[in-house]
């Protein structure tokens, strides 16, 4: 099984500022396999990032991936007051495994 | 655009049965991985179990004993079994599509079902 590991666990920021969460793979993934989502309380995870820096629809531009093998990196340009959420990175392999989160909250 | 509808009873005993189904409209079964995610409350996503239109099923390791996948394609319905359930299990139980083509992501998510096993 492969373990993503993101980091930090909690982002402490204010609007306006850039946000930079990473997520750590156990081994090698495939970046068409890298998966990035937004979640807010009492709602479903909503797909963000997929092919580790491809946007999903209506996703705005402030929101971008990128990086390769093991180290997959999600920046958010500058905070908007709806962009404070949770974060979780996955890889979608035969056995698909998400990150733990990252905490993104206002300062 | 696609939509899933969930729905299953909320309240289990320990060794009880939970039972979910998961309504798809908007869109096509063929060509999808339709997948059961969960999420113990507090935490983070669990990957349960996935199935194609054609019934070709994919199981989490650590549920494979357990867990049943089954799709009625006639429905357009999925539905998620797990046998001899524990308080480990209390979680919100989410169906989702899965994309595999070209770059693979769940794409669309159920509302989520509340589960809750306590005696």
């Known amino acids: 099984e492969i373990v993503l590991a993101q980091s930090p666990g909690t982002l402490s920021l204010s609007p306006g500022e850039r946000a930079t969460l990473s997520c750590r793979a156990s081994q090698s993934v495939s970046s068409n396999q890298v998966v990035w989502y937004q979640q807010k309380p009492g709602q479903p995870p909503r797909l963000l990032i997929y092919g580790a820096s491809s946007r999903a629809t209506g996703i705005p531009d402030r929101f971008s991936g990128s990086g390769s093998g093991t180290d997959f990196t999600l920046t958010i340009s500058r905070l908007e007051p709806e962009d404070f959420a949770v974060y979780y990175c996955q890889q979608y392999g035969r056995s698909p495994t998400f990150g733990q989160g990252t905490k993104v909250e206002i300062k | 655009q696609v939509q899933l509808q969930q729905w299953g009873a909320g309240l289990l005993k320990p060794s009880e049965t939970l039972s979910l189904t998961c309504a798809v409209s908007?869109?096509?079964?063929?060509?999808?991985?339709w997948t059961w995610i969960r999420q113990p409350p507090g935490k983070g996503l669990e990957w349960m179990g996935e199935?194609?239109?054609?019934?070709?099923?994919n199981y989490s390791p650590s549920l494979t004993s357990r867990a049943t996948v089954s799709i009625d394609t006639s429905k357009k319905q999925l539905s998620l079994r797990l046998t001899s359930v524990t308080a480990a299990d209390t979680a919100v139980y989410y169906c989702?599509?899965?994309?595999?083509?070209?770059?693979?992501?769940?794409?669309?998510w159920g509302q989520g079902t509340p589960i809750t096993v306590s005696s």
């Open positions: 199935i194609n239109h054609s019934g070709s099923t």
């Open positions: 989702a599509r899965g994309v595999i083509a070209v770059a693979a992501r769940f794409d669309s």
């Open positions: 908007g869109g096509s079964l063929s060509g999808y991985y």
